[in-house]
């Protein structure tokens, strides 16, 4: 086995260190399970139990080398390490069917100078092209201490990036606050130019979160609730009028959990992306937090998304085969992702549509533009499970958003049909969620009104006029208290993808409801949206945390059924006859909806 003991050169770069767990996480995620269990010491240091070896092939610390040689320029890449006692160090390949490789293998002595190791080139033999990740195995005797252990490359970045973060917050202080401490940290380092928060809640008041927003990179900006899409507009609002005149800006989600070094993995990638391009982070579920909830999302026929990733569980190795072919996605939500603001300057500002679909509508925008959206992989946040959110209004934003980026994107795919959206409503009525079912009414009746009627006056005003129309519906009885049911559902099923066998299961269900109401104990659904394939037109539990402590006890109520069945009925008749009349309205407006203007009359609106 060859030494490696020459002192790393000064012109390398890192591109990716080793991580230690981030506290609180699972090792899992950086560790493979066949790992020794390593301790964190000082500065993030790898101490290795006496006999273990460190393997590295996992989530936050395996290379996805398949990505840097699709979306950069490198031509090489090493290892760079530094330790206190001597190391075996291996870089082993995975290949297409699961096969492995050792690239090298080398022996560092551990003087506590950094030693570097090349182990993979562009000209190197034609086999290497297939590489899809790499990952690094240590073994080492008791009391070594890796100090830092990284893969680098010898060419500088060509990239210049100036980083800004873009926060949207409603009401979640307590969550918040984590999100800036991790944040504060890296202003300390000098690696973010400033951080636009926008506060759409009431004003903080924590003590400890309002002294780190004294911090002078901290820009804090209070305005009525526009929804997600009206803080995260403004933020790129503020991020392209700033004084630091970021190249890059990274919006999230104020309810996630972040490991601060991704940030910088996402800026290290940016500064090598040729072109640049949107990179994209991947959601976790915070209840389950080795659970990924999605890659990244494709369109597909009538608008319906493609969730990539969705519960594949990120501490199982066959999940990382995910990322060893590089791809693009359509879209990526925004609880993590760094878009340059020479895109934002291209594309310009978000539809205000309040919540839901800006992200799908802005990477069609995106795509559009020629800007292709990466979804790199170790840029995980934990974030809450969409699996518990059953708020019936989400139904609305959802269908209505939809159409409005069907309409404005008709060469993306087709306008959905009548019998689609009339399959939209049924399934509400279906699993008893008539909340859900009145939301995608009124939907249907605002998108066939036209833009004034539907995105007027402000979008703090029509979400409080659609919460007053769908409380005419009375809410499910939440049970509280640990539930004890006869039997768990299963979670939700794929749906058939034949319309005609779900439309005669639609059928089936509605008349059995009418005809044959079922005594039996309501069944407990713990995970997912409930589907009329696994609900079968039965009373059930809607759970809404993992631990079924509440659940919503969601029950037939017939009339209630017919009287919602012939409006769905005679809605989806007008939106057979009216859609294409009304998609031409919203493809006429949408291009002065999404103009710097209009959302200043938005804003001052929402101030009166």
């Known amino acids: ?21 981030h506290p609180g996480a699972p090792d899992a995620l ?36 398949d990505f840097w040689r699709a979306r950069t320029p490198i031509a090489r890449l090493g290892v760079a390490c530094r330790a206190q006692g001597p190391l075996a160090l291996r870089a082993v390949a995975h290949l297409p ?37 790499i990952h690094l195995e240590v073994e080492a005797p008791p009391g070594t201490v890796i100090e830092s252990l990284a893969y680098v490359t010898d060419l500088a970045p060509p990239n210049p990036v100036t980083l800004s973060v873009g926060l949207c917050t409603f009401e979640r202080e307590i969550h918040f606050e984590k999100t800036v401490e991790v944040l504060h940290a890296l202003l300390e380092s000098a690696d973010l130019a400033r951080v636009h928060v926008v506060n759409q809640g009431r004003s903080f008041h924590r003590p400890r979160l309002l002294e780190r927003l004294r911090h002078p990179a901290f820009s804090v900006i209070e305005q009525a609730n526009l929804g997600g899409t009206g803080g995260f507009c403004r933020a790129m609002l503020e991020a392209s009028g700033s004084a630091e005149q970021p190249t890059h800006l990274l919006i ?111 990477g069609c925008r995106l795509g559009e533009a020629g800007i292709e959206i990466v979804p790199l992989p170790g840029l995980g946040v934990w ?10 209004q989400i139904s609305y934003y959802d269908l209505r958003n939809m159409l409005i980026n069907a ?17 939209w409503v049924m399934h509400g009525l279906l699993v008893h969620r008539y909340r859900a079912a009145l939301s995608s009414m009124i939907a249907l009746d605002d998108f066939l009104a036209g833009p004034d009627a539907a995105l007027g006056p402000d979008g703090l005003s029509r979400h409080l006029r659609l919460c007053d129309q769908i409380n005419a519906v009375p809410p499910p009885v939440l049970r509280k208290g640990v539930v004890q049911a006869s039997l ?29 109401p079922t005594a039996r104990a309501p069944q407990l659904l713990v995970k997912g949206q409930p589907l009329p394939e696994n609900t079968l037109g039965h009373s059930y539990l809607l759970a809404t945390g993992p631990g079924a402590e509440h659940c ?32 031409r309205r919203w493809l006429g407006a949408i291009d002065s909806l999404r103009a710097p203007a209009h959302w200043e009359r938005e804003f001052a609106r929402a101030r009166e």
Not at 266 to 289: D, N, W
Not at 556 to 580: D, F, H, I, N, S
């Open 383 to 392: 974030h809450s499970s969409f699996r518990y959110k059953h708020a019936g």
């Open 552 to 583: 919503l006890v969601l029950r037939p109520r017939r009339l209630r059924l017919v009287a919602m069945t012939v409006q769905a009925l005679w809605l989806a008749l007008r939106y057979g006859l009216c859609r294409r009349a009304a998609a």
């Open 30 to 65: 950086y560790f493979a399970a066949n790992s020794a269990r390593v301790e964190t010491g000082a500065a993030g240091a790898l101490v290795l139990p006496e006999g273990g070896v460190l393997r590295t092939d996992s989530y936050f610390n395996a290379f996805f080398l």
């Open 488 to 516: 768990t559902l299963a979670p939700a099923a794929q749906a058939d993808p034949s319309v005609l066998r779900q439309a005669v299961l639609y059928f089936r269900l509605f008349w059995r409801i009418l005809l044959w």
């Open 1 to 21: 086995m060859p030494r490696s003991d020459a002192p790393a050169s000064p012109a390398v770069e890192v591109l990716q260190p080793v991580l230690s767990a």
């Open 407 to 423: 309409a404005s994107h008709p060469n993306v795919s087709n306008l959905p049909g009548p019998v689609f959206v009339l399959g």
């Open 97 to 133: 069917g699961g096969g492995r490789e050792t690239l090298a293998s080398w022996l560092h002595e551990g003087q506590r100078h950094e030693a570097l190791h090349w182990v993979w080139a562009r000209n190197d033999a034609p086999g290497t092209a297939t590489i899809g990740r």
């Open 252 to 362: 999230m989600d104020d309810d996630i959990e972040l490991d601060p070094r991704i940030v910088l993995r996402a800026k290290t990638f940016a500064s090598y992306a040729v072109p640049a391009c949107v990179i994209g982070g991947q959601a976790i579920e915070l209840e389950s937090r080795t659970r990924l909830q999605e890659v990244g999302g494709m369109l597909g026929p009538d608008w319906m998304t493609r969730t990539l990733g969705r519960d594949a569980d990120l501490a199982e190795p066959a999940t990382l085969a995910i990322w060893d072919r590089s791809f693009t996605v359509d879209y990526n939500a925004w609880w993590f992702c760094l878009m340059p603001m020479a895109a934002i300057a291209r594309c310009g500002l978000p539809a205000p549509v309040f919540l839901h679909g800006d992200d799908i509508e802005y």
